[in-house]
C-alpha cells in the first residue's frame, strides 16, 4: 500500500509557473505508475499525465503539451508536475494517483489518491 500527498499548488497570474510535489510512503514506490488528474469546480476529474515506474513512460493530455512536464525521483518518492505557461483554464485541484498496474488515463485504474491540492490561475 502507498500514501500519497500533493503540495506546490497555490495561485499564479496567467502564463507563471508552479511546481507540484507528490510524495509517497511505503518502499516500492519505484514499482507504482503514477498519474495528475484534475478537478474544477463543477466538473468531473480529469486526467493530466503520467509517468510508468522508471520515468520512461510518460503520456499528457493534449490540453497540456508543451506546458507541463512529468518527472520522478524513486530515490525521494516523489514524482513532480512542471506546469509552464499556465492559463485560468488550468484552474483545478490537481490530485496524484499510484497504480501497482500498468499506467493508465483512466480514473478507475488507480486505487492510490492523495487529497489534492489546490492550482488557481488569475486571468
Known amino acids: 500500500q502507498v500514501q500519497l500527498v500533493e503540495s506546490g499548488g497555490g495561485l499564479v497570474q496567467a502564463g507563471g509557473s508552479l511546481r507540484l510535489f507528490c510524495v509517497a510512503s511505503?518502499?516500492?514506490?519505484?514499482?507504482?505508475?503514477v498519474g495528475w488528474f484534475r478537478q474544477a469546480p463543477g466538473k468531473e476529474r480529469e486526467f493530466v499525465v503520467f509517468?510508468?515506474?522508471?520515468?520512461?513512460?510518460?503520456y499528457y493530455t493534449d490540453s497540456v503539451k508543451g506546458r507541463f512536464t512529468i518527472s520522478r525521483d524513486n530515490a525521494k518518492n516523489t514524482v513532480y508536475l512542471q506546469m509552464n505557461s499556465l492559463k485560468p483554464e488550468d484552474t483545478a485541484v490537481y490530485y496524484c494517483?499510484?497504480?501497482?498496474?500498468?499506467?493508465?488515463?483512466?480514473?478507475?485504474?488507480?486505487?492510490?489518491w492523495g487529497q489534492g491540492t489546490q492550482v488557481t490561475v488569475s486571468s
Open positions: 509517468i510508468g515506474t522508471s520515468g520512461g513512460t510518460t
Open positions: 511505503g518502499r516500492t514506490f519505484s514499482t507504482y505508475a
Open positions: 494517483a499510484a497504480t501497482p498496474f500498468s499506467a493508465s488515463t483512466r480514473i478507475d485504474s488507480y486505487p492510490y
